[in-house]
């Protein structure tokens, strides 16, 4: 038989549970399943479809050779965008004078350089 304490030695028990609050947390997007029914068909019927030949969706050449570093590029620019006008872009106090002769060197070494 239950007791009217019964109900809240729970609360003794686990103070943490007890200070959550009683309201439900998720919420379902607008119109949601009103939708539901129409995506689900175009969902089946797009797994259903066969992909009649791989090479119909070719990937570019060398993609993913050259996946990283073009991620490493992206994310060093997105990274100096964030940079405030105060700090700005600091080279080196002797960058430009060895310049020219670092650019030779890799003429001169033939680097290649990867084109997409």
Known sequence: MKTKNSDQDWLKDAPTLAKISKENPFTVPYAYFESLNDDLKTLAT?????????????????????????????????????????????????????????????????????SD
């Open 46 to 114: 797009l797994q259903s479809l066969p992909l009649k030949n791989e090479e119909d969706y070719p990937f570019p050449l060398h993609y993913f050779k050259h996946l990283p570093e073009r991620i490493n590029d992206r994310s060093a620019i997105e990274a100096t965008r964030n940079l405030s006008p105060e700090t700005g872009f600091q080279v080196p106090d002797i960058y430009f004078d060895s310049l020219p002769e670092r650019i030779k060197c890799r003429i001169e070494r033939g680097k290649e350089i990867p």
